[in-house]
């Protein structure tokens, strides 16, 4: 596990990891220009800074990037309800959609030439989440001479493998879910056979991953990494958000059912806390403080930033179950939500964490309480109770599940649209391309054409789209567009356009692409 560090250093290559491979990172909020410019930048060790203010040096980044992307892969799996925007098609984009939730989990996976890294915890990708937030993560290295426990990061591996096949696409021809699942098993061939379990023999730090999805409750995985022959008394929980007043009830009882039955418990939550005209705004349920019984205590507690930190937005998400003997942590990108819990049997959302158990004295043990910054009682004095919507709930119109991809193929200029018949919907809808606009498909030309599932549609002249978008009824979404073959795509626009002086100009300034960014 890694030492502190600022999130985007983790996209950074470690000493003699060789040349990228391929990385699959999964989010639910989303900035395809963030993750160009910044994460993906880094990955890929690009000299050059993305600056659109810039033209020159924004053909760098260009140039740099087309040449990097050629010689490695890179996948962004998200929620179905992401809006395409612009970005290149040299890398992919998959979406996943859970009926009655979301995909929720914040998990990175960098594959270098001699090294992989396994980055997990709250943030998406966005520079709200990298620059402004306050966030958990978790990055676990392995290299040619790693001592990293090795079955926690397998158990990560199938998480991730498992998240990529639930996405729409074929993993048996050359397309992203090929792609993205090729650059796991990369990682996964490295690791070797599995060699022994969530605990390791010789060290006192148990490791486990903690995977929440519809009817699979989250806080049971820290009973995998949990030691000692007393259950834990003591429970400290940071979340941002939280199921509104009643819906609060079984998050707690999920939570209460880890805690020791017999004798007295404490449960600490740490809360945000806003101060708006005088007063102070907790961001909770009321309902958490009024669970207080004479052998249960419940406290709720802000957030305590440290004294030198800038204000920050709240969005790390942290459990902790504590004994004087043990303790374990949940860190990962579960809110105390039903949803976030797995709590719901036929809903919830699709998270991916790490439970870590470790003696209570140990220097471990320090680090996981410091990961929750615990200030003062809230007082029930002149505050409101005033939850947040978690900001990881769909707000727009979500693609229908009868649309399943859209898939360029370069060499024949033409798109491979699959549809699953059953679940169109029932009125009118239409398949355009954006720029210049031109109809696809739509429902009464399919029909026509015995409502097919799959049919490849040539493009004309001058059509280039980097998404489609979808009508239906009052709503509309842009279809995010993949590529069979990323390395048949003509260069991006504003390259091929460049004369042949320019592009001279421009490699001149550029250095070897071999050295690494270490900046």
């Known amino acids: 596990m890694s030492d502190t560090r600022k999130l985007l250093d983790y996209w950074l290559p470690p000493s003699g990891a060789g040349e990228p491979f391929g990385c699959v990172a999964t989010s639910f909020t989303f900035e395809p220009e963030f993750f160009e410019g910044e994460c993906l930048a880094r990955f890929l060790t690009l000299d050059t800074t993305r600056d659109l203010e810039h033209p020159e040096l924004e053909l760098q980044f260009l140039l740099e990037q087309e040449v990097r992307l050629a010689e490695s892969r890179a996948c962004v799996v998200v929620d179905r309800s992401y809006q395409a925007q612009g970005r290149s098609l040299r890398w992919d984009i998959l979406t996943v959609g859970l009926r009655g939730g979301v995909q929720h989990a914040k998990v990175s996976l960098l594959v270098w030439e001699h090294a992989f890294r396994v980055v997990l915890g709250s943030a998406n990708l966005t520079a709200a989440a990298y620059r402004r937030n306050v966030e958990t993560a978790i990055a676990f290295d392995v290299g040619q001479a790693s001592t990293t426990a090795d079955p926690v990061v397998a158990e990560l591996l199938e998480a991730l493998d498992n998240l990529v096949r639930r996405a729409a696409g074929r993993s048996d021809e ?16 490295r690791l070797g056979a599995p060699s022994g379990t969530a605990r390791r023999r010789r060290d006192p730090v148990r490791a486990a991953a903690a995977v929440a999805r519809p009817g699979k409750p989250v806080l049971t995985e820290l009973e ?53 005209q005088g007063q102070s705004i907790i961001r909770a349920p009321e309902n958490l403080r009024r669970r207080s019984t004479t052998t249960a205590t419940v406290d709720v507690r802000r957030y305590a930033p440290p004294e030198d930190e800038e204000t920050r937005r709240l969005h790390a998400k ?14 990962g990108s579960s809110n105390f939500t039903r949803a976030g819990l797995g709590l719901f049997a036929g809903a919830g ?75 169109l919907p029932m009125g009118e809808w239409s398949i355009t391309t954006p720029h210049p606009r031109r109809v696809l498909v739509d429902r009464r030309g399919w029909v026509r054409q015995r409502r097919w599932s799959e049919r490849r549609i040539p493009l004309v002249a001058g059509e280039n789209p980097l998404y489609l978008r979808v009508e239906w009824a009052d709503d509309g979404v842009d279809w995010p567009l993949n590529v069979t073959e990323p390395a048949l795509l003509p260069p991006v626009e504003v390259l091929r356009e460049l004369p042949a002086s320019a592009l001279i100009a421009v490699l001149a300034r550029t250095r070897p692409l071999h050295v690494s960014r270490t900046s």
Do not use: H, K
């Not at 941002?240 to 004798?263: H, K, M, T, W, Y």
């Not at 942290?318 to 860190?331: F, G, N, P």
């Open 318 to 331: 942290v459990v902790l179950l504590e004994s004087d003997e043990w303790i374990a942590a949940l860190v």
């Open 174 to 189: 050359d397309g992203p879910m090929r792609r993205a699942l090729e650059t796991v098993g990369q990682a996964s061939a």
């Open 349 to 423: 959302n699709l998270e991916i964490g790490v439970a870590i158990g470790a003696p209570a004295g140990s220097s471990m043990a320090a680090a996981l309480r410091a990961l929750v910054p615990v200030g003062d009682v809230v007082q029930s004095d002149d505050v409101a109770w005033e939850p947040e919507q978690d900001d990881d709930t769909p707000r727009v119109a979500v693609l229908p599940f009868g649309f399943l991809e859209c898939l360029l193929d370069p060499a024949d200029r033409s798109i491979m649209v699959r549809l699953r018949p059953s679940e």
């Open 224 to 276: 995998r990494v949990w030691s000692g022959g007393t259950r834990p008394s003591r429970a400290t929980v940071m979340s941002p958000f939280f199921d509104a007043e009643d819906g609060v009830e079984p998050c707690l009882a999920s939570l209460r059912a880890a805690l020791r039955q017999r004798g007295s418990t404490r449960t600490t939550f740490v809360v945000p806390v806003d101060e708006a």
